[in-house]
Each structure stands twice: as structure tokens, then as C-alpha cells.
């Protein structure tokens, strides 16, 4: 008995033909950008999809990519040329790189190796005249490129404001980008360091963390593409994007909620197993949990920086969402006393907390502007299942105390 139609169907890099989720969001931006196209204006759109602090697999990269390939045939449609190109910008290349990327993907026919970046830019400028094609650039993890010192805002105005640096022959402007940056963090970045493009852009989607309904849809989607009619049900799908939803305290991840139906799929091969049953799902749920505990950073750290994130996991799990420091210290203090050691003082205490954000194992932010100031807001990074990670705690503490204690 087969399980998979199509195993491709659960790769990272499908896309499926239809976006059943976010179609609507996806429509909206390419209303705009064909209303430009038909502009005598010319194609200058700079919008900006962004997500969630902390919130990763929520479709940004996929509503851009959709966004992208429509427009290509929305332009052939009505007899135009448009190209979509789509870059990954983290690890924030040069100026450079980009255009020679941007120059590989057009097939320009010329090498832009040897060139300057200007000169480059001018190559991709005068071939999209001459065919007379328009550019759709997606810089998808925009914001490491303006975190970035390798690239000055000179580069960023000259590659986002390209028609000023370099006017088509034409005087017809045929690149637009559409950026997909992971938080709102992204537009204080810009009004840093490209003020004049961060007021251009012309359209701001934010995209929120998937429901339960929605990574249902998914799912089904998925299910019925890649597996072999019969293996499933619904209430597999179910059980899934239920757990995963953020509706329900999952963290809403349609990556994490496709790999787990894949891995749920696989265990029911191996087994021999008909169809996949709840058993399956369940293994690959607790599995893909603990697959997101960091065991080898834990396992690393000392006594109290364990009891600090315990008691963060516990306020994470008394009152949900951000805890301030203060909550954290009182919390704190209480399982020191619980494990009978006494609390270190406010300036370890500090330094632990400093030490454990820069590994990832704290998220830190400021709180908006109150009655006393701004004051420092921690919790555990989401992907992390509370539960889970303090039973992990526990042990952890207890294997510690047993060498240190006796
Ligand atoms: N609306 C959707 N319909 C179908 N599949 C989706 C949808 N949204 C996301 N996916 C799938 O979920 C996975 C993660 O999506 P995507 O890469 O777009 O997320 P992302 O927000 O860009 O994540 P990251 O923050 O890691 O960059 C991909 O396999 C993608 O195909
Ligand atoms: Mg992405």
C-alpha cells in the first residue's frame, strides 16, 4: 500500500499552483502592482510584506512568490513582458552581488563580473528597455540588508530608487521591488537608514501567525496533492493544525504543520501501516516538539541561568505572553528557595539574563513608553512548547544538582 502520491508535495520549495490561504492578501498587492503597470507613471511600486516578531513559516516568502509569478502572466496576458525575480538577502550581499544576481536571473546575455555596480545597474536598465520588459524584484529577509555595514544607504537608495540614479532611455521606469522583511522592526530600520524610500512605500502587508482554520486548509491541500487518496482523513488534518493554530497557543506555522504531516506520513511507511493513523500523528507532533528543544545550548549552561529560565517558562505559563524583569526576579527567587539555594543578586542576575539572549534562549524587548519609563519584557522564544520545556528544565536541573549539590 502507498502512502505518497508525490513526496515533492513536502518540500520546502513547493508551490502549490493555488493559494487557497492569504489569496486575498496576495490579490491586493497585485491590484497594485498591475494598476502600475498599466500607469504611464511607470512600474515604480515599492510595497513590503512583513510578519511577526519571533514567527517564522507564516507565508510571507510564499504571498511574495505568488505575487511575483501572477504578475508574469497577468503581463502576458495583456501582451506586456514582465519578469519576476526573486532574491534571498540574508547574509546581506554587496550592492554587486545583487545586480549580478538580479543580471543572472534576466539572462542579460553579458557578464556584469567585471563591471562596476553603476555600470551593471545601467546593463539590466537598457536591456529591460530594449525588450521592453518590466522587473518585479522580490529582496525577501530585506531587513538583514539594512542591518548590515556591507551596504551603505547610497547602494540601498541607488538599488530601490533606481530610476533616479539611472533614467531608462525612455523615460519609462520598469522596476519594482517587493520586499518581505520578518517584523514591523523593519520600518524603523528604514526610516533610519533610507528615510526617503521608507515614506515610498506605497503598500504594508502584515501577516499574522496562521489559525487553526487556515492551516487546515493548508493541509487538505497538501494532503490531497501529494498522498494517496484513502491513507487520510480529516481528523488527522485536525489534530494537527490544532495543535499548531494560533488560535489554540500553537505558534502557527504552516511549515511546522506540512512537516509534520510529512513525518506522520513516513512513520505509517515504515510501519507497513495502511493508512495513517492517529498514533502516527501524535509520534510526529511530540517529535517536531522536541525536535525544537535546545538540548546542547541547556546542557551548557549553569545552575541558575536554568533556574532563571525555569521560572520564565513558569510565568510563560501562569499569565502568557511578556513578563517584566520584575516578574521574572520574583519568580525566580521563589525556585531558587524551591531547590534550596539562594538567589543571586541583581547584577549576576542581569548578566545572566544579557548572556541568555545573545544565545537565543530569551527573547528581549522594551515595553511601549509607560507611567514609569520603558521597562525590559522577556519570554521564551514560541517555538519552544512551555510544558515541555520546563519538565526538560527540571531534569536538567536535577542531573546539574547532583554533581554540584553532593
Ligand atoms: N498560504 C499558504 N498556502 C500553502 N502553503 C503555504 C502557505 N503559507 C505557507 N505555506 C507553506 O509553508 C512553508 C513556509 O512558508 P513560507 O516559507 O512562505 O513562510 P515564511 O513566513 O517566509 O517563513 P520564514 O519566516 O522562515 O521565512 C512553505 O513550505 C510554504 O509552501
Ligand atoms: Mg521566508
Known amino acids: 500500500m502507498r502512502i505518497f502520491r508525490d513526496r515533492t508535495v513536502f518540500d520546502e520549495s513547493y508551490r502549490p499552483k493555488k493559494l487557497l490561504v492569504r489569496n486575498e492578501e496576495a490579490s491586493a498587492l497585485i491590484a497594485r502592482y498591475r494598476s502600475r503597470l498599466a500607469d504611464m507613471a511607470g512600474f515604480t511600486d515599492v510595497s513590503l510584506i512583513y510578519g511577526s516578531i519571533g514567527r517564522v513559516g507564516i507565508g510571507k516568502t510564499t504571498v511574495a512568490w505568488h505575487v511575483g509569478k501572477s504578475m508574469e502572466e497577468i503581463a502576458r496576458a495583456s501582451g506586456s513582458v514582465l519578469k519576476y525575480v526573486y532574491l534571498n538577502v ?100 528604514m526610516r533610519e537608514r533610507i528615510p526617503q524610500v521608507e515614506s515610498q512605500v506605497s503598500f504594508r502587508l502584515h501577516l499574522k501567525a496562521y489559525s487553526s482554520r487556515e492551516l487546515e486548509t493548508i493541509l487538505r491541500q497538501r494532503a490531497e496533492e501529494g498522498l494517496e487518496a484513502g491513507v487520510w482523513d480529516e481528523r488527522l488534518l485536525e489534530l494537527i493544525s490544532e495543535y499548531f493554530g494560533d488560535d489554540k497557543g500553537g505558534d502557527g506555522s504552516a511549515r511546522k504543520a506540512i512537516i509534520t504531516l510529512r513525518s506522520a506520513a513516513e512513520l505509517a511507511e515504515v510501519q507497513g501501516a495502511h493508512r495513517i493513523e492517529e498514533q502516527h500523528v501524535r509520534r510526529a507532533i511530540s517529535e517536531s516538539a522536541l525536535a525544537y528543544m535546545p538540548l546542547e545550548e541547556l546542557r551548557s549552561l549553569s545552575l541558575h541561568e536554568l533556574f532563571i529560565l525555569l521560572a520564565l ?94
Open 90 to 189: 540574508f547574509g546581506a550581499p554587496s550592492l554587486h552581488q545583487i545586480l549580478s544576481m538580479i543580471a543572472d536571473q534576466l539572462d542579460l546575455g553579458v557578464s556584469v563580473r567585471g563591471s562596476s555596480a553603476l555600470e551593471a545597474l545601467k546593463f539590466i536598465v537598457d536591456y529591460l528597455y530594449r525588450r521592453d520588459t518590466y522587473l518585479l524584484v522580490t529582496l525577501d529577509e530585506f531587513q538583514s540588508l539594512l542591518l548590515s555595514s556591507k551596504i551603505s544607504e547610497d547602494d540601498l537608495y541607488t538599488l530601490l530608487r533606481v530610476y533616479e540614479e539611472i533614467p531608462s532611455k525612455d523615460g519609462i521606469n520598469r522596476i519594482s521591488f517587493l520586499l518581505v522583511a520578518n517584523d514591523h522592526r523593519v520600518m524603523a530600520y
Open 313 to 406: 517558562a513558569e510565568v510563560g505559563m501562569e499569565k502568557g505572553d511578556w513578563s517584566t524583569t520584575g516578574e521574572l526576579k520574583e519568580k525566580y527567587d521563589e525556585v531558587c528557595h524551591r531547590f534550596g539555594q539562594s538567589p543571586r543578586a541583581h547584577t549576576q542576575f542581569h548578566s545572566y539574563l544579557r548572556e541568555l539572549s545573545t544565545l537565543g534562549l530569551i527573547e528581549l524587548r522594551l515595553s511601549s513608553k509607560g507611567m514609569r519609563g520603558r521597562t525590559s519584557l522577556m519570554r521564551l522564544p514560541p517555538e519552544i512548547p512551555l510544558d515541555r520545556m520546563k519538565e526538560v528544565l527540571e531534569s536538567l536541573i536535577k542531573e546539574k544538582g547532583e554533581g554540584e549539590w553532593s
